[in-house]
């Protein structure tokens, strides 16, 4: 029999079967599918020793990596969160989740805030005034300048792209996917009443509405880097998980690796390809075990 490396990568099967997709859980999908989704992602970080926590405890880990997903509430609502993975000094692994609300700014010439909580009701899950520093004020001899903008939070990143088409004639979404695809903040007149149109004139700018929406919960989470360690203390979903920085001697990290050869523009087939060199480092100090060869 002759091996072939075609270097053909085969995808897991993702949620019903379908072919796995890195969609994430910001796609314009149903409530259902993205909990679906959600469920598939923990039943596949399963398969690598990442149980989510469920009953209440306190446990110290080394956090790896984290990754946005959805998760269901005390009211059984899909909200926004996210993942964070840890290794034990044992070598067992834990993941656990932390909900947090997207969000952007927009500057306003005048007072909004009450008409987009009406108009916008079960959308918007905060309105809230929030001094900020205007970097267009910034000049040599003025800064700190701050100027008030109002932060509009959502349940979901899904919430907050709002992209359904039952919503297109909205004059809200209309305005918000313009900016998200790239254009500018442009009201329609003729097809939105005039009252609304007033108050939507007021908005003259928005800001952090093209950061992805993790890094926005990142950088307003209390302390959490990775490469730390934590003790994780989960007190059930009515209540918030707490990750303390705990102060402990770093891990001693192994790093290797391996060249072979391979067919052009093909993954390696360990059945047909041969070494050509295996390297390592470990606490600083590495060395070859095994050189470059002719072939």
């Known amino acids: 029999m002759v091996l072939r490396n075609t270097g053909r990568r085969r995808a897991e099967p993702g949620p019903e079967g379908e072919p796995s997709r890195d969609d994430g859980p910001s796609s314009s999908v149903s409530a259902l599918k993205r909990l679906e989704r959600s469920q598939w992602t923990d039943k596949m970080d399963l398969r690598f020793g990442f149980e989510r926590l469920k009953e209440p405890g306190e446990k110290t880990g080394w956090l790896i990596n984290m990754h946005p997903t959805e998760i269901l509430d005390e009211d059984k609502r899909l909200i926004s969160a996210v993942d964070y993975y840890f290794i034990q000094d044992d070598g067992s692994r834990f993941k656990v989740a932390l909900p947090y609300k997207p969000y952007f700014y927009i500057g306003c010439e005048r007072e909004v805030s009450s008409f987009l909580s009406k108009k916008f009701q079960g959308k918007i899950a905060k309105v809230e005034t929030v001094p900020k520093e205007d970097l267009d004020l910034v000049t040599k001899s003025l800064v700190g300048l701050k100027r008030n903008y109002i932060k509009l939070s959502f349940n979901t990143v899904e919430d907050l792209k709002n992209r359904e088409q039952g919503h297109a004639s909205d004059a809200y979404t209309a305005m918000l996917s313009s900016v998200l695809q790239g254009g500018s903040v442009v009201m329609d007149e003729e097809e939105t009443s005039k009252k609304i149109a007033d108050q939507l004139d007021n908005i003259v700018d928005m800001r952090e509405n093209r950061l992805l929406?993790?890094?926005?919960?990142?950088v307003?989470?209390?302390?959490?880097?990775?490469?730390?360690?934590?003790?994780?203390?989960?007190?059930?979903n009515a209540f918030p998980v707490e990750l303390p920085l705990v102060e402990r001697p770093d891990p001693v990290v192994l790093a290797f690796d391996i060249e072979t050869t391979k067919l052009p523009l093909k993954f390696p087939d360990a059945e047909t390809d041969q070494i050509m060199m295996i390297s390592y480092m470990i606490d600083g100090q590495g060395d070859r075990l095994r050189r470059y060869r002719r072939f």
């Open 220 to 236: 307003n989470a209390p302390r959490i880097l990775q490469a730390h360690w934590y003790n994780v203390r989960y007190r059930g």
């Open 213 to 218: 929406w993790t890094w926005n919960s990142l």
